[in-house]
Nanobody, 120 residues
Framework: VQLQASGGGLVQAGGSLRLSCAAS????????MGWYRQAPGKQREMVAG???????NYADSVKGRFTISRDNAKNTVYLQMNSMKPEDTAVYYC???????????????WGQGTLVTVSS
């Protein structure tokens, strides 16, 4: 299973970016998809997640500004980031909890990370 993230870049404070992450390979089902981020000198933290029934959850720091969505037909997860702040600067990683065979155990697969920089 491979996850390919895209959409990172440089944006001014108050601006918007949209991240995408597509899963490919041998996939039977994807239980959940989400985004984490890691800022310089800090630990990786959860940003947002979405499970197969569409239920979402967000870190408190991004609630009301970021929206996660999922296209099950395309095995793709999106992160719409609005009203961005300099503290959103980080490498963003997508993750998918994937079962590769029917009744198989799901495992976490990670994308390569995409850099998001918010200038003040």
């Amino acid at each position: 299973v491979q996850l390919q993230a895209s959409g990172g870049g440089l944006v001014q404070a108050g601006g918007s970016l949209r991240l995408s992450c597509a899963a490919s390979g041998t996939i039977f089902s994807i239980n959940a998809m989400g985004w984490y981020r890691q800022a310089p000198g800090k630990q990786r933290e959860m940003v947002a997640g979405v499970i197969s029934d569409g239920t979402t959850n967000y870190a408190d720091s991004v609630k009301g500004r970021f929206t996660i969505s999922r296209d099950n037909a395309k095995n793709t997860v999106y992160l719409q980031m609005n009203s961005m702040k300099p503290e959103d600067t980080a490498v963003y990683y997508c993750v998918a909890v994937v079962a590769t065979v029917k009744e198989g155990s799901p495992y976490d697969y990670w994308g390569q990370g995409t850099l998001v920089t918010v200038s003040s």
